[in-house]
């Protein structure tokens, strides 16, 4: 199983925004304009509101719950690639996509975005096409084409058997 490339990566992220993106502005296109009337004030509110908890609720379930349990976030699913642990070859795990997604909201929050940019453009110059975050939690991408599970780690390399036990020479003795 071979790591994913950084253009499905890309396009899996692209994807994943514009399934936050689309139905929050909609939302926000709605509510904006109402919020100026003042009969319908209340109403503006509550479409803004609505949006604002589309973009978080959306996000965690996308992010933490999905990708946690499947591997796959929607954007990953249309392009059938698959986060997993690079030791076990199964997806993190609802846990551990928490904290990944805590890392990147943190650290991005943290340098005013930096982090964020940085992260993602990182598999373009990773051997395994990795994101920082993956390397800090030993996770990869990868294409799930033929994909069966694994029952031994992706990457793990084997060690070649040991060599036979060395045999004492053999003497041929004259005087025998």
Not at 163 to 173: A, F, G, M, T
Request: hydrophobic content about 50%.
């Amino acid at each position: 199983m071979k790591p994913c490339n950084y253009g499905k990566r890309a396009l899996a992220y692209i994807i994943d925004v514009l399934f936050l993106v689309i139905p929050g502005i909609a939302l926000a296109l709605i509510g904006t304009p109402l919020l100026f009337a003042d009969s319908s004030r209340g109403a503006g509110f509550a479409f803004l509101f609505i949006a604002a908890i589309w973009w978080m609720l959306a996000d965690f379930a996308n992010h933490v719950i999905k990708q946690g349990v499947s591997g796959q976030t929607i954007g990953k699913r249309s392009l059938k690639i698959k986060l997993i642990r690079v030791d076990t070859g199964k997806p993190l795990g609802v846990g551990l996509a928490f904290v990944r997604w805590l890392i990147i909201v943190v650290f991005s929050f943290m340098t005013g975005g930096l982090y964020i940019l940085v992260d993602l453009i990182a598999p373009a110059f990773t051997e395994k096409n990795q994101r920082i975050t993956d390397k800090m939690l030993s996770s990869v991408v990868v294409d799930t084409v033929d994909y069966d599970r694994p029952t031994q780690p992706v990457f793990q390399t084997t060690t070649p058997p040991p060599p036979p036990p060395l045999q004492p020479p053999s003497v041929n003795d004259p005087f025998s």
